[in-house]
C-alpha cells in the first residue's frame, strides 16, 4: 500500500498570497495518477487536480499541480477567501486502495 | 447532471452490519465508470473503502475486505454497500462516489453519518 505523506499539516496565509501545498508517496506513483481534492466544511470533497497536473472541470486556473514519481505539489498562485479548506491528495496508480493523505489545513492568517 | 445521494440508518449497533445504499441520477451506472465508497471519520481524513464496475467487477481495501461486500443495480441505477461486524471505529461519514478510471472520484454523494454505538 502506498503511503501518501502531506505538508505541512496547518498553512497559515493571507488572501492574494501563494500557496504551496505537498504530497510525497512512500514509493513512486505509476503514470503520475495523482489527484488533489478541496474539502470545505460539511461537505464532500470536490476534485480539483487529477494525472498530477489536469485541472479537473470548472476548476480555476489559480490552482495548479505538479510534480511526478513520488513528490507533488498543488500551487493556489494567488488565493482568494473561498480557497482557505482543507486540502488531500490521493493516488490511483497501483492496486487499491487508492490511498489519500492526511490532509493539509489552509487557514487564513 | 450526475448526483449521488446515500441512504440507510444512521445508527448500527456493535457487531451488526451497516448497510448503504446510493441512488445515482443524471447518469445510467450501466454505462460505464466505477462506482465506489469512502468514508471520514469525524474530525478525521478519507479512507477508500471500495469500489465496483457496472460489470459488478470489485475491488476492496485489503484491511477492510473480510467484511466488505459491494453490489450494483443496474435495474435501479444504484449500488450499495455492505460492512459487517461494525465496531466504533467504523463511525464515520459515508460517502458513495462515481470513480474516474478506476481513478479519481469526479462526483461525491452529500455524505450520511453513521454511528456505531448500542
Known amino acids: 500500500e502506498i503511503v501518501l505523506t502531506q505538508s505541512p499539516g496547518t498553512l497559515s496565509l493571507s488572501p492574494g498570497e501563494r500557496a504551496t501545498l505537498s504530497c510525497r508517496a512512500s514509493?513512486?506513483?505509476?503514470?503520475?495518477?495523482l489527484a488533489w481534492y478541496q474539502q470545505k466544511p460539511g461537505q464532500a470533497p470536490r476534485l480539483l487536480i487529477y494525472g498530477a497536473s489536469s485541472r479537473a472541470t470548472g476548476i480555476p486556473d489559480r490552482f495548479s499541480g505538479s510534480g511526478s514519481g513520488t513528490d507533488f505539489t498543488l500551487t493556489i498562485s494567488r488565493l482568494e477567501p473561498e480557497d482557505f479548506a482543507v486540502y488531500y491528495c490521493q493516488q490511483y496508480g497501483s492496486s487499491p486502495p487508492h490511498t489519500f493523505g492526511q490532509g493539509t489545513k489552509l487557514e487564513i492568517k | 447532471q450526475v448526483q449521488l445521494q446515500e441512504s440507510g440508518p444512521g445508527l448500527v449497533k456493535p457487531s451488526e452490519t451497516l448497510s448503504l445504499t446510493c441512488a445515482v441520477s443524471g447518469y445510467s451506472i450501466s454505462s460505464g465508470y466505477y462506482w465506489g465508497w469512502i468514508r471520514q471519520p469525524p474530525g478525521k481524513g478519507l479512507e477508500w473503502i471500495g469500489s465496483i464496475y457496472h460489470s459488478g467487477s470489485t475491488y476492496y481495501n485489503p484491511s477492510l475486505k473480510s467484511r466488505v461486500t459491494i453490489s450494483v443495480d443496474t435495474s435501479k441505477n444504484q449500488f450499495s454497500l455492505k460492512l459487517s461486524s461494525v465496531t466504533a471505529a467504523d463511525t464515520a461519514v459515508y460517502y458513495c462516489?462515481?470513480?474516474?478510471?478506476?481513478?479519481?472520484?469526479?462526483?461525491w454523494g452529500q455524505g450520511t453519518l453513521v454511528t456505531v454505538s448500542s
Open positions: 462516489a462515481r470513480i474516474v478510471g478506476p481513478g479519481p472520484i469526479d462526483y
Open positions: 514509493q513512486s506513483v505509476s503514470s503520475s495518477y
